[in-house]
């Protein structure tokens, strides 16, 4: 009975780390992780936020040697895949670690305590279990959530998102602008295209509405400036490069929140389905998509977009030029055009907010 106090102790100072990690680490469980040895904690680490170390990772680099022979315990079943970081049970066994302590099994590593056992690792699961359940309660509600994509646009009454100079500053009202600011509270993460970001250079935040997304930039060819507001640390950033570009790590390594996902290029802008995948396997499951006219086209043409918010203000810019808001080479037969269903039209200030769902059938 003492010793399962000692234990539960132990868990709880690293469920106090992880509640560090607040809301940065969302849609990724908050972890904290305490390695012991000798009756004392030699090794603290949390999740600092999404896409960042793990909590064993860093403990393990507290700890450095002292982590032979030790024990550690940890909020959530040490990982056992390859997703942004290495899987962290590689990582423990490799360090000697004598015995893992966890709190709550984790869904998404079946294999975890199976492979600590079969490199010499004792495990034990359950410790304080109900106490880490609050910590980890929006991390098993999200794993519930469905996937959504979601498309925004700006547009004029013309069907354009900017003049054939690519000005689109602004297009809609300021009650238009605030309520996509909310709208940012409410999904995993925003997406844009490289043309986008390099235009109109956005930060993507939800200008103190509330948490702030994920930011995901498609830049296949990385032409987007390091020195741009996607990249200045504020909130965690995803790159979505061509998997043909090799050895790019070094060109970001000094930039704080930047995560690197490679994927076919061609075979992405006929199927944002690839695209989609790769960013579930992150653990990102709702998307807004803000622009521009060819990533809408990869999405809704692959049958990916679920829904669309389009603002419509009261305006014309006219001219062959300019950009519209759907890309793209589009469909030769109206028979194959994308069906709306359930769309509403409502008043926001001066502009139009037409949303409704999207449908290839």
Excluded at 169 to 184: G, L, Q
Excluded at 256 to 279: G, P, Q, R, T
Excluded at 304 to 315: E, G, L, N, V
Excluded at 337 to 349: D, F, L, Q, T
Aim: some cysteine.
């Amino acid at each position: 009975m003492k010793e399962k106090s000692i234990d539960e102790n132990y868990m709880r100072a690293a469920i106090k780390l992880a509640w560090k990690g607040k809301n940065d680490v969302y849609p990724n469980p908050k972890v904290g992780c305490v390695i012991v040895k000798d009756k004392k904690i030699v090794g603290r680490g949390w999740h600092k936020f999404f896409g960042g170390v793990h909590a064993e990772a860093e403990a393990l680099i507290d700890a450095g040697k002292l982590a032979k022979g030790a024990d550690l315990y940890v909020t959530l079943e040490p990982c056992a895949n390859y997703g942004k970081r290495p899987p962290c049970v590689k990582a423990i066994a490799e360090a000697g670690i004598k015995r893992v302590f966890f709190a709550v099994k984790d869904p998404n590593a079946p294999e975890s305590a199976k492979f600590l056992r079969a490199n010499g690792v004792k495990v034990y699961g359950g410790v304080c279990k109900k106490e880490a359940e609050i910590l980890l309660k929006d991390f098993f509600n999200h794993i519930k959530i469905k996937p959504l994509i979601t498309i925004k646009a700006a547009m004029t009454l013309d069907g354009k998102i900017a003049s054939f100079e690519y000005d689109s500053k602004w297009i809609s009202c300021k009650k238009s602008r605030d309520f996509v600011h909310k709208m940012r509270t409410q999904y995993d993460a925003v997406l844009i295209g490289s043309n986008t970001a390099k235009k109109d250079n956005p930060f993507l935040s939800a200008h103190n509405k509330g948490k702030n997304p994920i930011r995901i930039v498609v830049d296949f060819n990385l032409k987007v400036p390091k020195n741009y507001h996607l990249f200045d640390g504020s909130a965690p950033t995803i790159i979505v490069y061509d998997e043909k570009i090799k050895n790019i790590e070094v060109e970001y390594a000094e930039k704080e929140k930047i995560i690197l996902a490679s994927v076919n290029a061609e075979a992405a802008k006929k199927d944002f389905k690839i695209i989609k995948d790769k960013l579930i396997s992150f653990g990102i499951k709702t998307v807004l998509i803000e622009g521009g006219g060819e990533i809408f086209s990869w999405a809704l043409f692959s049958g990916c977009a679920d829904d669309f918010y389009f603002f419509i203000a009261p305006k014309i810019i006219g001219g062959k030029n300019a950009i519209s808001v759907v890309g793209g080479r589009g469909v030769e037969k109206i028979k194959d055009a994308v069906k709306i269903k359930h769309m509403k039209i409502s008043k926001i200030g001066d502009d139009y907010l037409a949303r409704g769902k999207c449908s290839r059938e």
